[in-house]
């Protein structure tokens, strides 16, 4: 069901436009993001922030992504940041355990890339199926260079220098930690290419802990939730499919500024596989598939180096 076009009231957040003299809007978006958030207020039903908690996350401001956003959304919460050499997304792998997922069957050398993070160093290889470029072209082209995120690599020597990334911690007010920060770059240009913020939470529908990223965008984020899983090798995968409002998958959340929020979920469905390889390295094979045709493969490879 889709929701009425919202006017200058909806538009107003701490993260939107700023009220002139007037009354009015100083509309400062760039037309690619009125055009996609409109798009968004059309095809989705607007609902209660407060229903759905776990679908909330930080946003970005209406121009550039990058970095900025973590720093702000600790000042947003009363928070702060922490980095160190030895920071994980996930500071407690075990967290993830239920009678569906056995984190201990898990290779320690996964675990211990989720737990200590910033110890790792990252390579990566790109290969884009013929007839979905034009579409990842338009789609980073019209945004992703430009908000810097999720900037997907077009051709493979684009990562051919590799990657850095930064774990920045988020502490809540009371100090503890409610989130972690993983901000990537290529090495070779310095552009942001992603930034999210990881954790684990339990869907409602689910009973069983999820892999949250969330991926701050203006006005708004995409929210990843990923179900873990284990193979007889060791191996973790990590599914965010297509399916049912409430289950794992990957949503859009637009702020409205009014106490709701519009949502809807995308058809974009992702698997990773992270194993290690004979020379003690942890590879990781992304699958990203839109409704169920092959789109894009990332391959990593993560080395300890500290």
Known sequence: MSGPVCDAGDVADRYGQAPTATGRLRWRRHPFDIAAQTWMVLTSRPVERDRFPWLLGPAAGNEVVGHGWVDQEAQAIGGRTSTGPDLGLLPDFNALASPAFDAARVNPKIVDFYEHTSAWQLDLWSEWCP????????????????????????????VSFGMDSQVVQLHGPDDAVVGAAWLRSMRKTGATTYSGLYGITELPSQRRPSVRVVFPLPRGCLSVFLRPSVDDA????????????????????????????NARRVPVAEHFHLYVDGDGDVRTDHFVRLWSVPTIRLHYRLRRVA
């Open 131 to 158: 007839f979905a470029w034009p579409f990842g072209w338009l789609l980073t082209s019209m945004w992703s260079e430009r908000l810097q995120q999720l900037s997907l690599p077009m051709r493979p020597l684009d």
């Open 234 to 261: 060791g191996g973790l995968h990590l599914h965010s499919p297509i399916g049912e409002f409430g289950e794992e998958g990957a949503y859009l959340v637009l702020n409205r500024g009014d106490g709701r929020i």
